[in-house]
């Protein structure tokens, strides 16, 4: 039987209770979207400037103590497919749901990708068609299996520009939603028309992208 003196200290050990099970679901975390962009378009730092992003968002999310990876592709000599930059897997998001148990589940129609496990680093739902803003368009510049795109700018000058009329990005949609003209892949779905963050938003997009722990 609980004391009444006792009654006092419950709703405290009720609330350490819920904080270290969210505090182990981040710790377990392996993927999330970005919650936030760079704000400059598709410049990103390059691909280091992107990985610091993941990185950083994810040590305030208590899950720092991963190697954290941005999905990306770069192109041109020396291109880097994002596919080989993530690890093996699997992956996990901030709820702990699996969203892919390895490279080629992820790149298949199997992977659990989607609006409502597609999540940020802090477990919160990202805002996709249908809601305002809308903010679908992940950053990718890859194909549909994950591979850098051979010709054509489709990653902002390997996520160096964030200037109109020198060059797009190639982007995925993670509530699968939107494209009714070709493909609508969590990875591939459309170029944006242009590279600052104006012409990102204006198709439905934030500057957003997928990070994925490597180890």
């Not at 109109?164 to 982007?171: C, F, M, R, T």
């Amino acid at each position: 039987m609980i004391k009444l003196a006792n009654l006092a200290v419950l709703p405290s050990i009720l609330l350490l209770s819920a904080s270290g099970s969210a505090e182990a679901q981040q710790s377990s975390m392996s993927f999330f979207i970005t919650s936030v962009g760079l704000g400059r378009g598709g410049d990103l730092g390059g691909l280091n400037g992107a990985d610091r992003h993941c990185q950083s968002l994810a040590q305030a999310a208590g899950a720092g103590g991963k190697t954290w990876r941005a999905y990306l592709s770069t192109q041109g000599p020396g291109a880097i497919s994002a596919k080989d930059r993530i690890g093996n897997g699997p992956w996990y998001n901030a709820k702990g749901v699996q969203i892919a148990a390895n490279v080629s589940d992820l790149h298949s129609d199997n992977n659990k990708i989607n609006k409502a496990t597609g999540l940020d680093e802090k477990g919160m739902t990202v805002k996709g068609r249908g809601d305002t803003p809308n903010q679908h368009d992940m950053l990718t510049g890859t194909q549909h299996d994950g591979t850098a795109i051979p010709n054509d700018d489709a990653t902002c000058s390997n996520w160096s520009s964030s200037t109109d009329g020198q060059g797009s990005a190639i982007v995925g949609h993670h509530d699968l939603i939107g494209n009714t003209q070709g493909p609508n892949f969590w990875n591939y779905s459309h170029k944006t028309p242009g590279c600052s963050l104006a012409n990102l938003q204006r198709v439905g997009g934030a500057g957003l992208f997928y990070c994925f722990a490597t180890n």
